[in-house]
């Protein structure tokens, strides 16, 4: 199968491409919120570069949050588009689980912890087993780095730090007594790729939101003030 990776989730904007003959590739379009600008024309050039066009494509898969609200509705909306007009169908990932299959294709193994940066002093997080396959243990939830720290460095048990959330918090993160940190930034566009072949379709993409946009916060602070 020709399949697409959208990943729009995070302040990078990423896609990953893999042929039918198995050629796979994947880019860093853009890693300061410009999702809209660089989004289409690298997708434009990407197929170009492969001498495939959009109706060439058998599936797009796209990371449907958490993350950030206008960077998830641009890679949705854009993944619908060309479902849409070329007919390819759909499967949806969450960016928590890309970058646990992620660090799982890098040969991490253990109990990871994977954290989405969701500003506002807050991180979007999953916990996750990962031995010969990923296993989710939690739920996707939102917490303050700082609860999360506590948590792991009370219990004691071995823990694996990864996300860009991590990285934001990393002086915090980094001095758990137990923890080791994965350096993932970008949720894996390899991984989307592998998870976007097996995975069923689906009709349409609901994002994961797991909030209300910032916007929405402030306004909703200002008006009760």
Do not use: K
Not at 108 to 128: A, I, K, P, S, W
């Amino acid at each position: 199968m020709n399949i697409l990776a959208i990943e729009t989730a995070t302040p990078a904007c990423a896609i990953g491409l893999r042929t039918n003959d198995g050629f796979e590739l994947g880019w860093v379009l853009d890693e300061d919120r410009h999702h809209t600008e660089v989004l289409s024309a690298g997708i434009a050039r990407v197929l170009a570069e492969t001498n495939l066009r959009a109706r060439d494509l058998d599936r797009v898969v796209v990371d449907r949050g958490p993350g950030l609200f206008t960077g998830l509705r641009v890679g949705l909306a854009t993944a619908l588009g060309l479902s849409e007009g070329t007919g390819c169908s759909l499967v949806a990932v969450s960016s928590l689980e890309l970058l646990a299959h992620g660090a799982h294709l890098g040969g991490t193994r253990g109990t990871l912890v994977c954290c989405v940066d969701g500003r506002r002093g807050e991180v979007f997080l999953q916990n996750f087993r990962l031995d010969d396959d990923v296993t989710a243990l939690t739920a996707a939830s939102v917490a303050t780095p700082r609860s999360v720290v506590i948590e792991w460095a009370t219990n004691g048990a071995p823990v694996i730090f990864t996300g860009d959330g991590v990285e934001r918090y990393l002086r915090d993160f980094a001095a758990v007594p137990n923890a080791t940190v994965e350096h993932q930034v970008v949720p894996s566009v390899a991984a989307a790729l592998l998870l976007g072949a097996t995975r069923d379709t689906v009709a349409q993409v609901d994002p994961m939101y797991l909030r209300e946009a910032d916007a929405v916060a402030n306004f909703t602070t200002r008006q009760r003030s």
